[in-house]
Each structure stands twice: as structure tokens, then as C-alpha cells.
């Protein structure tokens, strides 16, 4: 089976172009993926089901019945073109450092996909770690594009937030965000970019503040209308326990540091 | 090699259920389905045999002689229609995660060979962990089927201590018993229904009293004439030692927890 | 490339019969194949090279020059039939739980090209653990054949030191000397039997009494002429040496068992 | 994907050799091969890519972009004859030993790329591990050949520092530097040559000095001329930071067996 799309009802798409969110760092990418698939409004639609035999050998059961492990593609038709979300619970497993090839085959077949659904740009959205620096600042959205091309072109727009630094030295960026942009590009001159927007790798339950940001680029990028209260209410929620648990851990470190009045 | 499935001698069936009971929890499906297999009359036989690559590196050797570690399945001819039970001391193995293919692959061969013999629907048995709360009570059978009209249908039979507990949240089913289902369904629309005996994973030599309740199920719902003897003796045996050792783990947990009366 | 082997020059084989025996435990198998193709007259020759990828990575050099770790298929032309013994350093790893296909791909290729050249028997040396017993008595050979047939065909030539131990409950045969066995049965219906020399794990730079008595039974098998001369020297050797070290051991855990005169 | 070369430009090449020098022991090979690329004029092109999905799953990003993880292929067309270098941060991991098949493919993948290019021979590039004997001494280059043959033409060449050591008992090769040479000469009859440069392994940031050498042989060998100023200055100091935390430990190891004056 290895990894498997199909699609519900092939339709004629719209100039489309692939917007990719799975879970990675912080969550980032899925909390945005999934807060523009259930505001955009016309409501976007199941498209394709992507199946693997990469995911977990287990089925998700709910309400007695069973169905597997799978990641959506849902269609979003917008008024000049139209849009497809990739979103799910999951990515091949990036722990198992022994099944690259796993990541590099399920890359491509979203690749090959896009390509036959006449998809011509990929963008993909990430968290980068940036650690605790996290907490002092807004995220900013880092983005690393396909060809220079493409950065040039995104770097026009002047959106807001959206950091093209070519400064940083050479970096990997691990999981299917950059190997898709990455492989779909080498392989089917697909152009695309990386959205990566800061985040602490400790906030392993999502960091909602990321994700908006990250959510504010896509929606000045594509003139979507979507209503960020949801988001920037979670967000503050985020931000507000990981700030009280953070200041918790550093008055623990303090005491731990106190001269002790025993012997041991 | 991978999966190969061999027919001793092709029979046209007549409206073909399959009921797979493998290794897993409590070792539940595998002893309900080796209980039924032995218990029925007329004798069933085996129809056909499973060996696979994914299978341990070794053989079974008994009686000077040795074969293939291998899986069976056998033909039970039944008054209206003839039934297909996979058994077996193997599946693949749950432990490496690294191999997520293997399960898939297993559990696909298995649904296409039910397919080509005009299976319509597939039944698997398992054990679903309790922990303690498993010596307080009858071990009820969770179902979890494919489809909601499965689901249904099944419902209205109303078997008794069959239970459909629509109210439990998302969870995640490992293992074959419920691949087999998800496969068979997403990839050749045989509807199925995954049976799940309330056990306690501490059993790991069995839980015959778990098995007993799946086996009822079956019986009710299949009409088939079991004598319950041989497996009532044996879950009430099981059952007692169990007590009896968890009562001494009691005592001697409680022991640790008295004070100490000298100073280390 | 998977598992390849190639013939140096194809020729018309004599009834031939395939011996099998690569490194496992107290390397029973490998010395006793060893010892048959160096002593055998006329010389055995290499008939043909076992590659794979399955091997490790890795080539073996010797006198500035190298070349892939492989295994070595000898021709030896006996009076009345031909004999190829496969003999060499490596089968893929039994460590490596998580290719268990390997072993199945490697003992499948080995028995389709035994198919390929009319081979009809395949016979297999191997140690079988019986620990410290070991040392007390002559290592019997255990054989366990891959059908009654040949098991009845074999006890019936009353091979001195052959055993048919058929009161033995079910065990696991682990490696190529009983999957080749069992595949090739399973496959191409070649039949067989897997000789074990009994040995103590322990002996792992090999085990050569062991491996005398499967060369004993062989040779009565196939009325080989071989001088025993230099592996019952070696035989003697390693038993005193292993009987002195065990002697030491002894020695040893006595002492600590002996109360001690101080407190901790 | 598995292992893809793609050639930018296709040319007819004249009597090419391959050099191969990829990361491993010292990275003495990596250098060598970069320090050639770099230094050789008229300048080598890029002549075609590697990438391959044992690689690792991630990207390369600078200057805001990104590209697959890929080896590279240059093209330097000497004055009678044409040279294409294989080098590149990446080949598959040794670390991971399930995955010998990865090494094999490699190997294979390149090999048969050399063949269809016209190649005739192969010259790798390693470190061989001497321990701490390799600062007390200018690196030797040990070579290991495919075949008698090319030993002897080598030899014949009297190339100063290039040794053939015979005496050398069995070792093993580890890597696609010896593996590329076997599966070379073994699967398409082209001859070849593994260069190792004497290191020690805990250079990890790399061995210029060693490189030095392999850069000196490989020189004269081809008539090449490279200018070794910077090498040589690398390697110096290299050399003199090593020699300096070398006697540090010692100083340390000397406290640590000291007596201590004091009752813990």
C-alpha cells in the first residue's frame, strides 16, 4: 500500500495552490492548518483521504465505530482560485531515524499528487524553535523558499511579520514541511516555501500564539477573511500557563542553588 | 515472499463469514477462536495456510519434524453458510515499531484473500485492558465495527453482553484485530466488526474468562451450538489464581509500607 | 541486488546434494563444513559466490587487495552422485530482530537456486545449546527432518550418533539451518533435515568436538572418506582448555559464596 | 526515490576515472576530494547531483532558501583525459546497522552511474585509524585494490607515501569507500583502488594532515598540480591543537593517579 491519496470526486481545480500543516515542533503548522480549515468560510470540503502504511499499524475508533489512521485533503474554493488543505494527525514518525526513505516516499506522493491536481506553488507551515526567547516577543514567521525565484517574489508582497533572513548560517530543517518543499521541487519544479513561525519546543501541546502568526501571514498572503478572536483567545490562554509554569520552574532552580544548612 | 496465503484445496464457499482470532491482550481472540475451532461439529478443517517473511527467522520443530511458522485458516461448514476462522501462534510483531508496514501488509493479504473467496463480512477478536477492575466483573465485549449500518444491524440483534459504548472518547486500537477490520473496509468494502473482551493485560498467560464472553457473543450471534464446559472450568481456575496472587501482591505491598523499626 | 548467486561455470550436477553449513552457535556448523570441503579428495571447488546486501557493509581485504564479504558454494564430484557444500563466514544477522524478510529472502534464494541446479536433499549442520552437559558426554547430533518420509528414510540407515528425539515437546529452531530447511520444503518441495550438534553455548570460538560428531554422521550418511585426525586434536584441545576454564569459574563462586569477615 | 543521480548536462567524457572522497574516519576523504575540487584548474563543474531517501529526511536551507540533502558530481577535464569527483556532506549512515541493504544500494547506484559515464576506474578515499601513533609520524597512505592486477600497475608507478602493505593480516572495510570499490569490480568489471590515509579517529573535525597526504599520492598519481599551501597549513595546525589537548590529558590522567590526601 505504502502511502495511498484518494481522491472523493476529482474536480477540474482552479489555478490550485497546496497548503500543508502536520504535527511537528509546537504544533504550529496543524493548529494553523486546522483554524483555517474550520473558519474559512465558504466552509472548505473533504477532497482526497491520505492513507500509509508509514502511519501506526492501529485504527481510531470513536462512537463504536473504527476507521484508519489517515490525513485529509480538504478543497477551500476561493473567489480567483481554489485551495487545498492538507491536515491530519500525523507525519511519518521523525524518532525512527531508520525509515528516512519513509519521510522522502510520503513527501512525494503528496508531491506527485499536487502535480496531477494541477498544483504549481506548495506552501508548508512549521514551528522553529527558538526556545525560551519565545516568551519576550511576538512570533515572527521565518520563511525558507524552493528557489530564489519564489522568495523574491513573496518578499514583494511586504507582508507583515514575514522574515526572509539571509543571514543565518546553513540549517537542516527536519520532517515533511521542508522535504516536501524540498522534493517537490526537485522533482516536479513545484515551487513553494517553508513558513516556519517561532516557537519553544517545551509548549509540546501546541503553541496557539505560533500558529496565529503564522495564520496572519497565510491570510494577508491569499487576502483570506478569517476571524482571529478564537485564536488570539487560546493563544493568550498558551501563553499566560506556560509563563506562570516557567516562572514556577525558575523559583525551584533559585531554592535548589540556596546554600544548604545540613550535612550530607 | 512477504505474505502468501495457500489454499489447500479451492471449494466454492457459500456466503462466507471470516473470524480472526490472533496473539494479542490477554491472549483473548486467540482463545476464543481455538475454543470455537475445537468445540464445533462438524469438525472444521484447515482450508488454507498463512506464512510470511515478517514471521520469526526460525521454525517449529515437534516430533523430529519441522515446518514454517505459519497461521491457519479453517473451513467450518455451517448449516446455512460456511465460515472461515484464521488462528494461529503468530501476528506481527506489536513490539517494533520500526515495522509499520508489516501490519499493514498482514492485514491487507489477509482482506484480499477474504475478498477472492467472497468473503462479506470479517469478525475479529481481541482483548481490551480493564486492569483490576477486570476480577470485579463478568468481562463484557466492546464492539467497534467498520460502518454505522454495520453497527446497527448488529445492535438490533441485541446479544447479549454484546456492548456498543458510544459514549467513550477517541481512542486508538492496535494491533491486526483492528487493521484487518480498517483495511478490509477502506480498501474492499467488506464490512466488519472488531469484538473486544474486557481484560487485564497482567494476564499474560491467558484470560479464558475474557475469551468465554467473546465466544458467547459469537455463539448468540452465529447460532452456533458450543458447550461452554471445558473453557467454564478453565477462566474459573484462571480466575482464582489470579485472586489469589493479587491478594498476596496486597499483602505484601502493605508490608512495605509499615514502618520500619530499625535504621538503615 | 538483494541475495545473488553466481556460477562461476554452470555444469550438468550428478543427483546433487546440498550441505549447508554457516557460523552459528559454537560455530558447530561452520567447522564441521570447513573440515568436509578442506579434507575431501578429490578437492571440492567453488562452484559459485553468494553476495547480498543483506550482509554487512562493508568488504573484506587481505594482501592490499578486497573484495566482498561473501559466502562460497563448493563442488565436490563424489563417485556416484555431486555434493555442494555451502560454506562461509556470514548469514544475515540474527541479532537484528527487525529484518526477519532477510533470512527468509536469503534461505528462499539459496533454495531456489538448490532447485535450480536438480538438487533434491538439503541437509544442514547447526549447534543445538545443552549448556554444561555439554562437557560430560560425546555431543550426540539431533536431527529433525522437514517430513516423516525423509525422517523415516534416515533412522532407517541406523547412523551411529544420529538421534530422532521425537519425545521432545514443540521448540524453535532459530536461523538459515532450519529455515532453509523449512522453506525449501515449504516451497519447492525439497526435502531435508537439519543435523545439530549438541554444544555449550558458552564455546563461542567454536565448538570442534561438536562439529566432529556432525562430520561423523555425515560421513557415515554419505560414505565420505575423511581423516578425523586434526579435528579430534583440535576437539581435545578446546575441551581441556574449556574444562579448565570452567574449572576456575567454579573456583571462583565458591569463594564468594564463603562468609565474609568483615561488615559493610 | 531510493538512490537517483541526475546528470545536468550530458557529455561525452574522455577516458574518465572516478575519485570518491565522502565523510567518514577524519573526514580525511571529504577533504581530500573538497581540497582537489577546489584547488584544480580550470575549475571542476557541477556535473550531476546525488540524492537519495537514505539520506536524511530534512533539507538544506541558506540564505533562505533550501535544497534536498544531495551529494554532487564534478567534472574536471584534464588535459588527456576527464575526472569526475563524487563528493558531498552525506552518505548512508553507518551508524545504523539494519540497514546494510542502504550501503549496498549506494554503492551500486554510483557504480552503475560510472559504467554508463564510460569509467574504467575507481579511486576512493578513506581515513584508516592508527590511534595516537598518527601524531608522531607524517600519514602513510595504505591502498587496497580491487584486483592483483591493478595492485601491480600501481605499484609500478613507485608513487612516494603510497603503500601496499601485504603483510597485513584479514580486515574489514567499512563504508562505501571499500563497498563502492567491490560492488565496482564485482557487479561491472570496473578495477579500482581504496586510498586510506592514517588518521586518528578522534580527529573528528577532521584530519587536514592525513588528507595532505591522500591529496600528495592522488597528485602524482594523475600529474595534478595542486598548490598545497593552504593544506599544509591547515594541517599544521591542526596538527599543534591536537598535540596541545593531547598533553593535557596526560597532565590530567597523571593528577587522577595520584594519591589523594583526603577521606572521601
Excluded at 526513505?101 to 508531491?111: C, G, P, R, T, V
Excluded at 509540546?204 to 500558529?211: K, P
Aim: hydrophobic share 35%; aromatic share 8%; with cysteine.
Amino acid at each position: 500500500m505504502v502511502t495511498k491519496i484518494d481522491v472523493n470526486k476529482q474536480q477540474k481545480l482552479k489555478n490550485p495552490v497546496m497548503l500543508v500543516g502536520l504535527p511537528g515542533i509546537g504544533l504550529v503548522g496543524k493548529i494553523a492548518i486546522d483554524y483555517l480549515v474550520s473558519e474559512l468560510k465558504p466552509k472548505a470540503n473533504t477532497y482526497a483521504t491520505i492513507v500509509s502504511d508509514t502511519f501506526p499499524p492501529a485504527v481510531h475508533a470513536k462512537a463504536s465505530t473504527l476507521e484508519l489512521i489517515s490525513d485529509n485533503i480538504y478543497l477551500y474554493k476561493g473567489k480567483t482560485r481554489d485551495y487545498l488543505f492538507v491536515a491530519g494527525p500525523v507525519q511519518p514518525n521523525l524518532t525512527n531515524i531508520s525509515n528516512s526513505q519513509e519521510h522522502y516516499e510520503f513527501s512525494e506522493k503528496i508531491a506527485e499528487f499536487a502535480k496531477k491536481q494541477g498544483v504549481k506553488e506548495i506552501y508548508t507551515f512549521a514551528g522553529l524553535n527558538i526556545g525560551e526567547k519565545r516568551l519576550n516577543q511576538k512570533p515572527r514567521v521565518l520563511a525558507v523558499s524552493s528557489d530564489k525565484d519564489t522568495k523574491e517574489k513573496l518578499k514583494n508582497k511586504k507582508i507583515d511579520n514575514l522574515i526572509f533572513d539571509d543571514t543565518q548560517g546553513d540549517t537542516l530543517i527536519s520532517g515533511v514541511a521542508g522535504l516536501l518543499v524540498g522534493v517537490a521541487y526537485y522533482n516536479h519544479k513545484i515551487s513553494g516555501c517553508c513558513f516556519m513561525g517561532e516557537t519553544d519546543q517545551k509548549l509540546i501541546f501546541g503553541d496557539q500564539g505560533s500558529a496565529r502568526s503564522v495564520v496572519g501571514v497565510i491570510s494577508d498572503l491569499f487576502e483570506f477573511k478569517v476571524d482571529m478572536k478564537k485564536i488570539d483567545t487560546q493563544a493568550k490562554k498558551i501563553e499566560e500557563s506556560f509563563q506562570e509554569i516557567q516562572q514556577k520552574i525558575k523559583e525551584l532552580e533559585k531554592k535548589k542553588e540556596e546554600p544548604v544548612s545540613y550535612i550530607r
